[in-house]
């Protein structure tokens, strides 16, 4: 079974940082794309920052370059983002998925999914000014 779950979201002052992280489990390939995704009330979900398991190719969203930063240890399964210079309009619910049999990272981290794609429960980022 398929486990994503995500952890290390709270409030924090603008200009700030914070750190999530992603536990990922039971996926049946060992190339799948992993990354981070957000939606604040009234916004459509937005893909931020996706990792390869396979290569450890990444990919940004430009509204977060040179902010956040993705990486993984691959000894836990565990993929985290690294948000500085947080602003408020960084305040939503973020969330983790992987797919297994994504066809590219970009893609994926665009919004294009299979549908083996695994999300997790989310967890809210609030940034206060």
């Known amino acids: 079974e398929v486990q994503v779950v995500e952890s290390g979201g709270g409030l924090v002052q603008a200009g700030g940082s914070l750190r999530l992280s992603c536990e990922a489990s039971?996926?049946?390939?060992?190339?799948?794309?992993i990354g981070w995704f957000r939606q604040a009330p009234g916004k459509e979900r937005e893909g931020l920052s996706c990792?390869?398991?396979?290569?450890?190719?990444?990919y940004y969203t430009d509204s977060v370059k040179g902010r956040f930063t993705v990486s993984s240890d691959y000894a836990t399964n565990t993929v985290h983002l690294q948000m500085d210079s947080l602003a408020p309009e960084d305040t939503a619910e973020y969330y983790c998925?992987?797919?297994?049999?994504?066809?590219?990272?970009?893609?994926?981290?665009?919004?294009?999914?299979?549908?083996?794609?695994?999300w997790g429960q989310g967890t809210q980022v609030t940034v206060s000014s």
């Open positions: 998925a992987a797919d297994p049999y994504y066809a590219t990272l970009s893609s994926f981290c665009s919004g294009t999914y299979t549908s083996a794609v695994h």
């Open positions: 039971g996926i049946p390939t060992d190339d799948y794309a």
């Open positions: 990792i390869s398991s396979g290569d450890g190719s990444t």
